[in-house]
């Protein structure tokens, strides 16, 4: 605390180890069980904690301003005193949550475009993305770092104090995005749905798809007999020997064939929010004195107001963090609410 109460900072820095985790491992069928309990695994967590508030105004009005910030770091150290265990499922959605000896708790694992040398996404003959046979590491759900800042307005007992959180850095699974986009309801599965939205005008010859698509340039005559369609799209990746692919898909394959490729349903689960609003009123004293209080107030409070900015369409980010081991999951997951109330608080 400095400069008459104006100025207070505080910060803490931490090193801890976390052991005996409760974890469900296989055992032989011999045994006549399936799996089996036990107290296993060292996590190590480092990072900081950073507390700061300011008083710019005291007078009449007095703003008070509160910032927070905290950065951690997990690592897993051990799943098993033997080392025979490096990975452990944690939870599973289409992606995984695991624990992996030598990553961050919380790593994201599932499938993953196959790529060339220089990460070009290769394609199949039919133009669709090709999955790589071995699934890879497509992050973490832990954020980089969280913080926060408040700020509060108190004049002759009113006073308004609001509320600002974020967090930044990890990665969340978006189930939602997989199946709309999937179905074709997202709004961002309209481009390529039709020539006015970008869609590629193309024919199956002799109207077989198994013949494949054929391109129709602008102005081109209609072969005989054919149907033309305009929902044409073209993946941005290249043929097995490193040709630029230009294959026609249906809009329809073309986000179909995102579904099983985790990868491509990975996003940055960064959000600052609005996260209250605070309006509160303190009764004058000579009010309550004859009643024998100490004090009341009266307070409208409105939470989770707003979403100011976030990296991922269609969802609230936060809605895959919760306090279970699934976090980083989501899936079709209900909007997150607004509410609204008034506090009352009576001091005997």
Do not use: C
Request: net charge positive.
């Amino acid at each position: 605390v400095l400069f008459n109460k104006r100025l207070r900072f505080d910060v803490s820095l931490y090193n801890t180890n976390s052991y005996d985790q409760i974890l469900s491992v296989d055992v032989s069928q011999s045994t006549g069980f399936r799996s089996k309990l036990l107290n296993a695994g060292k996590i190590n967590n480092k990072g900081v904690e950073v507390q700061l508030g300011v008083t710019p105004i005291r007078k009449q009005l007095t703003w008070d301003i509160d910032m927070n910030y905290a950065a951690n770091r997990s690592k897993v150290i051990e799943l098993d005193q033997a080392g025979l265990l490096q990975n452990y499922v944690v939870a599973t959605n289409s992606a995984q949550v695991i624990a992996a000896v030598g990553q961050p708790y919380g790593t994201l694992f599932g499938n993953a475009f196959l790529r060339d040398g220089v990460g070009n996404i290769i394609v199949n003959a039919t133009g669709a993305p090709q999955t790589d046979p071995t699934k890879r590491v497509l992050g973490k759900y832990t954020p980089d770092w969280i913080g926060g800042i408040s700020n509060t307005f108190t004049y002759k007992g009113i006073s308004l104090g609001v509320l600002i959180d974020a967090s930044f850095g990890g990665s969340i699974y978006n189930g939602t995005y997989a199946t709309g986009t999937y179905t074709g309801v997202l709004a961002s599965t309209l481009p390529g749905r039709a020539a006015e939205f970008g869609g590629i005008s193309y024919y199956y010859p002799g109207n077989v798809k198994a013949n494949g698509t054929v391109r129709l340039a602008d102005g081109a005559t209609v072969p005989a007999g054919v149907t033309v369609y305009d929902d044409g799209m073209i993946f941005d990746g290249v043929t097995a020997d490193g040709k630029r692919n230009e294959k026609i898909l249906s809009a329809q394959t073309y986000y179909k064939s995102f579904r099983t490729i985790d990868e491509a349903n990975i996003f940055d689960a960064s959000y600052v929010k609005l996260r209250e609003i605070k309006l509160s009123y303190n009764l004058p004293s000579k009010w309550i004195r004859p009643l024998s209080l100490q004090g009341v107030s009266v307070s409208l409070v409105g939470r989770n107001l707003a979403i100011l900015h976030r990296n991922v369409a269609d969802i609230d980010p936060e809605v895959a963090f919760n306090t279970g081991n699934g976090q980083g999951l989501e899936s079709l997951s209900n909007p997150t609410t607004r509410s609204y109330g008034i506090n009352l608080n009576i001091k005997f």
